[in-house]
């Protein structure tokens, strides 16, 4: 078993902690996207401009829990794991949940003012910072399980003594 499978104890707990955020994060910019979606109701229209950051956030959503059903499926049956495609999948997803999140934040700005619908999307764009720092670290953990988390050029790991002849 390699090292990236023999870390069950950190990437279980943070993969779940992954799936439950990101359907949060599902459920507050699905909101979102259906509350400025520009449609008729009530004799008026809500609001007749969708926020493009909200669409992102929302495929975002999406792409986790694939993202996440393939890490974890991998977790328990690691023979169909790649460490450098789990590493390049997790980077990107951060990636991602960095402009997702900077871009909601810069969209919703700085005033709710008790506005129901503009306090999801606040809300929306914290889970996504929160998303980011989470990937972010799952992405560090597989990085270093695929290229040895050490030098190269001793191929000694983090943490172990050097090795003489």
């Known amino acids: 078993m390699d ?6 104890k950190v990437l279980l707990p943070l993969r779940g902690v992954a799936v439950l955020f990101t359907i949060i994060e599902l459920g507050l910019t699905a909101y979102g996207v259906s ?7 009530n004799g008026y229209y809500t609001y007749t401009s969708n926020v493009g950051a ?8 999406l792409w986790s829990l694939l993202v996440l059903a393939y890490l974890l499926a991998t977790l328990r049956f690691g023979r169909f794991s ?11 997803t951060a990636l991602f949940w960095f402009a997702g999140f900077i871009a909601l934040a810069v ?3 700085p005033t709710c003012y008790g506005k129901h619908a503009c306090e999801t999307v ?9 998303l980011w720092v989470i ?8 990085g270093m399980a695929a290229f040895g988390g050490g030098s190269r050029s ?3 790991n983090f943490g172990q003594p050097m090795q003489t002849a």
Request: negative net charge; glycine residues 8%; hydrophobic residues 60%.
């Open 35 to 41: 509350y400025f979606d520009g449609t008729y109701s």
């Open 135 to 142: 990937f972010l670290v799952d992405a560090i953990f597989a």
């Open 54 to 61: 909200l669409n992102f956030m929302l495929f975002n959503s």
């Open 122 to 130: 606040a809300a929306a764009a914290a889970f996504g910072a929160f």
């Open 154 to 156: 001793t191929g000694q």
């Open 3 to 8: 090292r990236f499978h023999s870390n069950n």
């Open 107 to 109: 969209a919703v700005g």
């Open 82 to 92: 790649h460490p450098i495609a789990s590493f390049v999948l997790l980077l990107v």
